[in-house]
């Protein structure tokens, strides 16, 4: 964990009723998206804004491609460094005290920031909402994801209410549509710079641990945009999976220690490691057949994302025979499919 540059409440110029809200925006090598993202910063209808947009070393055009924008927002350039490194050289410039890490590849909706803020109070340290996901084939967007070749997927339902129980079902917490109060991130170190994946979860952690308040908005006001021309290798799936793991069995650790493990608690924690054996299932049968068998740790494994089915023949027999059932299935229906559009 790295120790703060900085001091917490070293900047507040806001007022309670309209408090300054920094966006914040890493960027390293994101020209085809950097310009939609800033727009989206500049369009929101809060207008207490201050935008900063820091070059970690690109080499393509993404600054050329935003500087008719330069009146409007600061922009910073440095030598690469890393993205916690870039977030917290950010963090250190914002004097907002509300700010929103805007990934560069993502874009908000014009009401993010207004919205979250209207359900902040005195207590609230992050407000968090769903973000849409927008799957594309192509580099270069138009019309926010209108282009062919995109699909806009609203946010996934949750199964929780409890904070912890989110935590380990993981899709409440993607970075952009985060809204943190500065001084509480200031609080927990700011993002840890050796932390080499999962960073938002990792800080999330950090905050939870820490007693911070959160504060949930139902509705969808960021979009993350994932390519599939940026695709994960088997090698980065499977580190992604095992740092998700490793955070949750932290969490776990921690509500044990304190009794606080309550059967949603349980049931959330079985379910990501389901979930996550079978995602590990054809890169890693070792390790995906070790999570399969923590998945059960707690007690009789829950009903939630997988089929009910599904759920019987891995209780009864197992990941191997789950897992092969599964892709028999997988394969009648694409044959079904192919047969059916001949």
């Keep these: 964990m790295t120790e703060p540059r900085w001091r917490a409440g070293d900047i507040d110029s806001a007022t309670a009723r309209n408090p300054l809200v920094s966006i914040l925006i890493p960027c390293r090598n994101a020209e085809a998206w950097i310009e939609e993202c800033v727009q989206s910063a500049i369009a929101q209808t809060y207008k207490n804004l201050e935008i900063i947009l820091l070059d970690d070393g690109s080499t393509d055009r993404s600054i050329e ?13 440095v030598a690469p460094g890393g993205v916690g490194l870039a977030r917290n050289r950010l963090l250190q410039l914002s004097s907002g005290t509300w700010i929103n890490f805007l990934d560069a590849d993502d874009y908000l909706l014009p009401d ?3 919205e979250q803020l209207s359900v902040t109070d005195e207590g609230t340290s992050v407000v968090y909402s769903p973000p849409f996901v927008l799957e594309s084939s192509r580099l270069r967007l138009s019309n926010h994801g209108s282009a062919p070749g995109s699909c806009l997927h609203g946010p996934s339902p949750s199964n929780y209410t409890d904070i ?4 380990f079902e993981w899709t409440a917490f ?5 809204l943190f109060k500065r001084s509480s991130v200031v609080d927990v170190g700011g993002w840890n710079e050796l932390e080499p ?6 800080l999330i952690l950090r905050l939870l641990f820490a007693g911070k308040g959160f504060c949930s908005h139902p509705k969808a006001m960021s979009v993350y945009r994932r390519t599939n021309t940026h695709s994960l290798s088997r090698a980065d799936a499977i580190s992604t999976i095992k740092g998700r793991m490793k955070l949750s069995d932290l969490l776990e650790e921690r509500l044990l220690a304190s009794q606080q493990l309550t059967e949603e608690r349980c049931t959330a924690l079985s379910e990501a490691r389901l979930g996550m054996a079978r995602a590990a299932y054809q890169i890693d049968r ?3 057949q070790a999570l399969g068998r923590q998945a059960v740790n707690h007690g009789p494994l829950a009903v939630q994302r997988s089929s009910k089915v599904y759920t019987h023949l891995f209780r009864y027999f197992g990941l191997d025979i789950a897992e092969k059932v599964a892709q028999m299935h997988r394969n009648l229906v694409r044959i079904f499919r192919r047969r059916w559009r001949d």
């Design 65 to 77: 491609a935003v500087r008719r924008f330069e009146k409007r927002m600061r922009i910073v350039q």
């Design 174 to 178: 993607q970075t952009s549509a985060l």
């Design 164 to 167: 912890f129980a989110k935590f």
């Design 197 to 202: 994946i999962c960073h938002e979860h990792e």
């Design 286 to 288: 070792t390790f995906a």
């Design 112 to 114: 993010k920031i207004a």
